[in-house]
């Protein structure tokens, strides 16, 4: 198995925006790993490799989708036509079908997967040149976009029966169509003993003082420092803990700000060890990213969602509620006594957490994995 550009069987169009896209593009190719070792993957940042400069206009689209325009993100389609000669959706489109051709002869990919909607749009363009071609989109989300459902491939990985719903209302025929679940690392369906987070990554501790997870998002975007500032105030009847992305700047101001207030608190940088420190959280407030979301219920945490991006993360977060899994925040101030009644209401917190563990969806990695092998000549 590899995910290098050189012979591969299976070739995923990723987007190293966020951090969502990669993570599942990663954990397609661990399901691969576990029921073909044999088959080989490739995962291509498709944006970064079609040019930088289109790269840089879809992150600080999504950045700006962030802060001051929410509708920034899918307007780069939306607003261009309809791929008429000389627009700019014309331009990204036709760049990135070139760039595809390259890297499917210099690869000798057999199966083609997009689970971000840049890429599956060349890849319905692609499609329609290459019928023969086995395409794939991951959606990541829990209410597909039309921007990133193209009408024309053999398969669509998709969160839920409600998810699978609006993808045939879309046009796409239902057979086609697979609720497995948002693929997650297979390690989320593992059973995991909390105690070396609290000890080896976190350095607690034997006290039983509930531990608080806070994410911002892959980029550590939002309203986290506000969300963060709230906690602190509550910190003697928690242990908190930051993951702040790769905001650096984000990480040292909200360390400043517990010392400042002689509040404790741990702030983490990226970290592979998300699956234990989930394991030993008793609650999750987050940004509701797809993948954020789908890696609680697997570990049958209640989530405090908060700061959605209109569009897709209002829509997970509405699934994330009604599923009972998680509670969405309408102004950040809420954030606090919202974390505070999961942490003190046994009854509440078992609720949510037998809502996560009914709406999750198991082995999903493996399933979308199995599926797109399937389609391997």
Known sequence: MTSQENNADVLILSSAIGSGHMRASAAVVRGVTLLDPERTCSIVDFPHEVSPGIERLLRDAYLESLKLWPTAYGR???????????????????????????????????????????????????????????????????????????????????????????????????????????????????????????????????????????????????????????????????????????????????????????????????????RELMAAASALVTKPGGMSCTEALASRLPQVLYHPIPGQEEDNAAAIVRYGAGVMVRETPQILGQTLKILTSADHRHTMVEAANTAHKPHSARSAASLILAGLP
């Open 76 to 274: 780069l389609y939306q607003s261009s036509g309809t791929g008429q000669q000389g627009s700019y959706v014309h331009y990204i489109q036709t760049a990135g079908l070139r760039t595809l051709e390259r890297l499917v002869s210099s690869t000798g990919a057999q199966a083609l997967v997009a689970p971000h909607f840049y890429g599956a749009g060349v890849l319905g363009a692609y499609k329609e040149q290459n019928p023969e071609m086995f395409s794939a989109v991951v959606l990541t989300d829990y209410v597909p976009h039309p921007i990133g459902v193209p009408l024309n491939l053999d398969l669509y990985i998709v969160a839920d029966d409600a998810a699978a719903e609006v993808v045939a209302k879309l046009g796409v025929p239902e057979e086609r169509i697979h609720p497995t679940g948002i693929p997650i690392d297979p390690i989320f369906e593992e059973p995991v003993d909390p105690g070396p987070a609290r000890k080896e990554i976190l350095n607690l501790g034997d006290d039983d003082l509930p531990i608080v997870l806070v994410m911002g998002g892959g980029l550590g975007g939002g309203e986290l420092e506000e969300a963060v500032s709230l906690l602190l105030g509550a910190s003697e009847a928690m242990h908190l803990v930051v993951l702040c992305g790769s905001n650096e700047r984000t990480r040292t101001r909200l360390e400043h700000l517990a010392e400042r207030g002689g509040h404790e608190a741990t702030f983490l940088a990226f970290t592979d060890r998300v």
